[in-house]
Every structure is written in structure tokens, then in C-alpha cells.
């Protein structure tokens, strides 16, 4: 099934073309930015077995599939608040995970989301990343 991403951001795909990745085919790549640094407000349709890779500023990474998208963001804000009026899934730039035991808040920066497709076995290929 298709879900539709929102986010605000760059398209960065002629760029990660030039990156070798033998198990995936790139279906889509963004550099999130807000749009007082030009980035733009997108949408891009993906279906959920589709693999997402989303770095961050600390240089972790998670991936996952496009159908997990839900569960990880978690935000609560509905996509009508940045401009998006047709639902789906909002990328947004910061993720917050809450708080740790001395009440920090733990937020983490989404650098770039890329939007994979395997050419093999799915499970195969995100062991394997």
C-alpha cells in the first residue's frame, strides 16, 4: 500500500545516485532544511515495503520500512500545522524522544531520508546495511 511523506527540504537524488549501494535502488533522497534555508515543502509517494534510512546530526542512523514510519514519529502534530492539508505521514526536521530520568528532553536533528528499494529480500538487505 502507498503512503504519502511530507516534508520540507532539498532533493538530494542526483547526488545520492553518485553513492553505490549494490542491494538497493534510491527511489528518493532528501536533505531536510527549514524554509528559511531554502528548503522546499514536498511530497512523495512510497509503498510500505519500501526501505527508509534516515541519518541524523550525530551520525546515527535508523532504518526501517516506510509501514514503521508511524510508530517511530510519533509527533502529534498533524500535518495541516506546516502546510501540508492532505494527511499522511510529516517528516519532521527534529524528533524528540522524550526524556530521560533527569527530565532532559533527547532530541535529535534528521539530517537526510532516503527512500530505498530492495532488489533482493528485504530482511536480507537491512541485516546486511
Known sequence: MK????LVGKDIARD????????YTIQHAYQLTGTRDGGTAMQLEAEDDHIVEMRFDDDS??????????QIL???TPPESRGFSNGGIEIPQVISFGSDTRG?????????????????NIVAAIVKK
Not at 61 to 70: A, N, Q, R, S, Y
Not at 104 to 120: A, C, E, S, Y
Open 3 to 6: 503512503k504519502t511523506l511530507h
Open 16 to 23: 545520492a545516485d553518485a553513492l553505490q549501494l549494490d542491494d
Open 61 to 70: 542512523f535508523w532504518m526501517g520500512t516506510i509501514g514503521e514510519l508511524p
Open 74 to 76: 510519533q509527533t502529534g
Open 104 to 120: 532532559v528532553f533527547r532530541n535529535v536533528i534528521l539530517k537526510t531520508l532516503q527512500v530505498l528499494k530492495p532488489k533482493g
